[in-house]
């Protein structure tokens, strides 16, 4: 069992920053592959960035590359996301999400815990 804990969200400006992290319990997480996700008011929740296991593998939803950067910290049991440049448009709730694989998924099915979330609020 894993329980994951998003922290980092709020108001910001476009072209601001912020930096989500998301803890996680227990003594496995360097076993898990992590994701993002984000779920805008009446949309389906959508796929932001994932992160392998160990950390060497990222990959990412295309209107994100090159302002969003997924990392982990296995000794503390964390992951992040840096969200730079950020748009009206990524405004949402973001999840992170858990996933017992070597492989870095995007799709939300393939996942196994999931945390609460957190909103992030970009003003035009």
């Known amino acids: 069992q894993v329980q994951l804990v998003e922290s980092g969200g709020g108001l910001v400006q476009a072209g601001g920053s912020l930096r989500l992290s998301c803890a996680a319990s227990g003594r496995t997480f360097g076993a898990y592959a992590m994701g993002w996700f984000r779920q805008a008011p009446g949309k389906e929740r959508e796929f932001v960035a994932t992160?392998?296991?160990?950390?060497?593998?990222?990959y990412y939803t295309g209107s994100v590359k090159g302002r969003f950067t997924i990392s982990r910290d296995n000794a503390k049991n964390t992951v992040y996301l840096q969200m730079n440049s950020l748009k009206p448009e990524d405004t949402a709730v973001y999840y992170c999400?858990?996933?017992?694989?070597?492989?870095?998924?995007?799709?939300?099915?393939?996942?196994?815990?999931w945390g609460q979330g957190t909103q992030v609020t970009v003003s035009s």
């Open positions: 999400a858990a996933d017992y694989t070597i492989l870095t998924p995007t799709s939300p099915g393939d996942y196994d815990y």
């Open positions: 992160i392998s296991r160990s950390g060497q593998s990222t």
